[in-house]
């Protein structure tokens, strides 16, 4: 029955994944000013709000994490952390590319842009927190679990931040408005990146889980 089920949603997933390709490549017309490389904004948002939607994970999962000392919930924050920051990658990578014809460069430390790359590299330090095995794996935890939580502080600067600076500082423009094709086409490119970054956070979830069994069983083999 697990089986089936994971069939239905891979195949679900699949089949979301290329109604968004098509809407993106074919259905929707190119915008008026900024041509075809404005087709890079549907990935570039949708992948920038799955990247706070993992920030937020790793926020909630640490906090708890630090009241119950539950694993579960710490490998729910690092599998949260991981791609939320392959995640903000794809934001930071997809930006530049969708800037330089737009506005003539592929990177000016501009708020929202400065905000979040501070973003992705605090994540990306949490991260080698997590990689750090010597000593108490309770102690690291705990210790990942305050990162994960004063992190997040950043994130609502990064969403915030075309509002909080004037105009002249920023290449985000505050609002942009969109016809209709273009707006289905965005909605449907999020639930397409989401519906990915939740079906990848419950398999890196299982695998975290995992491994750590793994982990466990070899400790306690006797040694021979």
Known sequence: ???????????????????????VFVYVPSEREMGVVQRIFYFHVSSAIAAFVGFAMVFVASIQYLRTRRENWDCLALAAAELGVVFSLIVLISGPIWAKPIWGVFWRWEPRLTSMLIAFTIYVAYLIVRSYTTGSPDRTRRFAAVIGVVAFVNVPLVYYSVNLWSADQQLHPREVELAPAMVQTRYLAFAAIIALFFYLLKRRYELEKLARNVERLDADLPLH
């Open 1 to 23: 029955m697990r089986r089936h089920l994971n069939v239905l949603v891979e195949s679900g997933l699949a089949v979301l994944m290329i109604a968004a390709l098509f809407a």
